[in-house]
Nanobody
Framework: AQEVVESGGGSVQAGGSLRLSCIAS????????IGWFRQAPGKEREGVAA???????GYADSVKGRFTISKDGAKTTLYLQMNSLKPEDTAMYYC???????????????????WGQGTQVTVSS
């Protein structure tokens, strides 16, 4: 079984909103850092937002003030609320989780072990 599974992508016009969801296994969700990454065609994968083992969050500069990462403990679900979307936000978005604890949210993908299959977000101008 996959450790993390994303959903919620789609197509919107610039200025619109989308919410991505990621269901994680209970142990991972309650103990390990988890975050969102994205990869646009022809570009390297980049970190978008992440939460550490103490539930502190961090964001890429490009999404600060527009995106919000949050957790719903009862559902072991991670969310990414994306507002004021721009065409440059178009990418495949991935949920990823670590396999050990750390403190201090990291957007470096090398530290994350479990990856979802991705969900496409397309923003048109």
């Amino acid at each position: 079984a996959q450790e993390v599974v994303e959903s919620g992508g789609g197509s919107v016009q610039a200025g619109g909103s989308l919410r991505l969801s990621c269901i994680a296994s209970g142990y991972i969700y309650n103990n390990y850092p988890i975050g969102w990454f994205r990869q646009a065609p022809g570009k390297e994968r980049e970190g978008v937002a992440a939460i550490d083992s103490a539930d502190n969050s961090g964001y890429a500069d490009s999404v600060k003030g527009r995106f919000t990462i949050s957790k719903d403990g009862a559902k072991t679900t991670l969310y990414l609320q994306m507002n004021s979307l721009k065409p440059e936000d178009t990418a495949m978005y991935y949920c990823a989780a670590a396999d050990r604890r750390w403190w201090g949210p990291s957007l470096n993908d090398v530290y994350y072990k479990y990856w979802g299959q991705g969900t496409q977000v397309t923003v048109s101008s």
